[in-house]
C-alpha cells in the first residue's frame, strides 16, 4: 500500500496557485471600477448666504449635497459604504445589501444598487417620511418599517436573506477616504481656502469625521462642529465623555441617535451644540423663504442654526473668516411633515418662537432667543474642545 506523507500533501497545496475566488474577483472589479467612474459622487455647489453688517469679516457658505444624482449627501457615503465593503471581501456576488436608515442612506445605497444589479432591504423606522420610502421603492429596494431598533431588525433580516449588512452606523467613518483630493472636505477647502468652521448634525458621525481628518492631515486649522438635536445621545456622550449615552432618539429624520454610533469619534469634534427641534425647523423654513434658493429639509436647519451660533462666537471674538454647513437634502422629501403644521403639532415641535430668532440674526446680526429658552447644560470644563 502506497502512502502520501504530509509533507508530501502540503507542498502540492502550497503550489496550487487557482483563486478560490475567480469569480468573485471580476464582479468586485466591475463594481468597483464603476462605482468610481460612471457612477463616482459629483462635486456640487457652493451658496455664500448673505450676512447682515453687524458681522463683516465673516462668511456662511452652504454646501449643496442635494444636488447629487441620489438627492442627498448620502450619496458620497453609499458609494464610499459599497467600495469599502466590496474592497473588503464583504460583499460578494448573489447577495443582497441591507442597511438600516432612517430614509437617505437606504435612497442612496438603493440607487447605487439598482445600476450594480444588487438587491437591496432597508429597514427604517416606521414614522419615516412616505416620499423617502417612495424613493427606496423607485430604485428598486424593498423597504421593512418596524417601530424597534433598526440595527438589530436589520442585523435579523440580514440573518434570513443570507445578505451583507452595510451597518453604516459602523462603517462610515472607516469607509470615507479622507486622504483622497475628491469628497467633500477637499471641494470645500479648495473653494473656501479661510474656511475656519465646517458645521454639520450627525447621523452616522462619517461625514463630520472625514471632514475633521482630511483638515488635521492637511495642516489646516480648520475646526468641526457637530449640532445634534433634542433627544439624540451624541451630544450627551461627547459632553460628558460616556461613550454608552443612550437617549430616546431625533424627531430630526437623518441625524441624532439614541445612542453613540461606532461611527461618531468624539476627539474629532471641537465643538458640540445642541439644537431644539423648534429651532432647526425655523431655519429649515426660514432658508426656504428667503431668496437664497434653498429648500431644504430638517437636518439643513439644525446646521444652520449651529452656524449662526458659531458665527456670533466668532464675532464676539472678533475673529474672521468663513463658516460652511451643508444642504443635506431637498425639502421636497419632507412636505407632508416638517413643511406641515398638523405634523409638526402632533410631534409636539414648536418653530413659530423660533422663527424672530432667525429672522433677526440674518437681518441685524443679533441674537435674542424666545424668552422660554434654556440654554443646553454645559460640562464643568469648557465647551470648546481645541
Known sequence: MTTTTHTEVEHDVDEDVSDVYPEDRAWVNECV??????????????REIPLPPKLAGLRLYLKRESEQPSGSHKHRLAAALLTHALASGRLTPGR????????STAISEAWYCERLGIDFHAVVPSGTA????????????QVHPV?????EEAKKLTTALDGHFMDQFTYAERAYDWRGE???APELIRAVPDLAWFVMGAGTGGTATSVARYGRYTGRTLRVCVTDPDHSAF?????????????????????????????????????MIQVHDGASVAAMRFAA???????AGPSTGTGLFGAMRVLLGMHAAGQTGAVATVMC????????EYYNDAWLADKQIDHKPWMPTVERFFTTGDWTPPAAYEPTPKPATTMWNM
Open 289 to 295: 423663504a428667503a431668496n437664497w434658493d434653498i429648500v
Open 329 to 336: 437634502d431637498s425639502g421636497d422629501r419632507y412636505v407632508n
Open 147 to 151: 417601530d424597534g431598533d433598526i440595527v
Open 33 to 46: 471600477q464603476r462605482i468610481r467612474g460612471e457612477f463616482a459622487p459629483l462635486g456640487t455647489s457652493l
Open 182 to 184: 475628491e469628497g467633500l
Open 235 to 271: 451630544f450627551r456622550g461627547w459632553r460628558d465623555k460616556n461613550p454608552a449615552a443612550t437617549d430616546k432618539g431625533s424627531h430630526i429624520e437623518g441625524i441624532g441617535r439614541p445612542r453613540v454610533e461606532p461611527s461618531f469619534l468624539p476627539p474629532l469634534v471641537n465643538r
Open 96 to 103: 443582497p445589501v441591507i442597511e438600516a436608515s432612517s430614509g
Open 130 to 141: 412616505p416620499e423617502k420610502l417612495a424613493l427606496i421603492t423607485q430604485y428598486g429596494g
